[in-house]
């Protein structure tokens, strides 16, 4: 079993917030497909990295998934419509080992 994370930016590179609708829109169909999803709201976390600028900024809404198998092709094609939908050069999706307890 996989723990999948997608790590999204709150805002556009000018730094307009996205509307609700599409964080809910993204939430409707990774439950749809994967029979659930956590999405940590409430506190957004703070990205902070060196780019091609200097210092770069971000805060990041994450959503979770829990998954049997990694379907890497149908997730690497949604992390690239990601990127599109949120004007981003980069969206981070992670699967880690995840283990029931």
């Known amino acids: 079993m996989h723990l999948v994370q997608i790590l999204l930016p709150r805002t556009d ?7 609700p ?11 749809a497909r ?3 999803v ?5 506190a957004p976390a703070q990205g902070l990295w060196d780019g091609d600028e ?10 979770e998934v829990m998954v049997e198998a990694l379907d890497r092709a149908w997730w690497a094609d949604f992390r690239r419509e990601l990127e599109t939908r949120f004007a981003q050069d980069e969206i981070v999706v992670r699967a880690l080992p995840a283990e029931r307890l």
């Open 34 to 36: 994967f029979g659930g």
């Open 21 to 31: 609708a599409l964080f809910a829109e993204i939430r409707e169909r990774l439950a």
């Open 13 to 19: 590179p000018e730094g307009r917030p996205f509307p």
């Open 54 to 63: 200097g210092r770069e900024r971000d805060d990041i809404l994450l959503h």
């Open 38 to 42: 956590t999405a940590h709201t409430r």
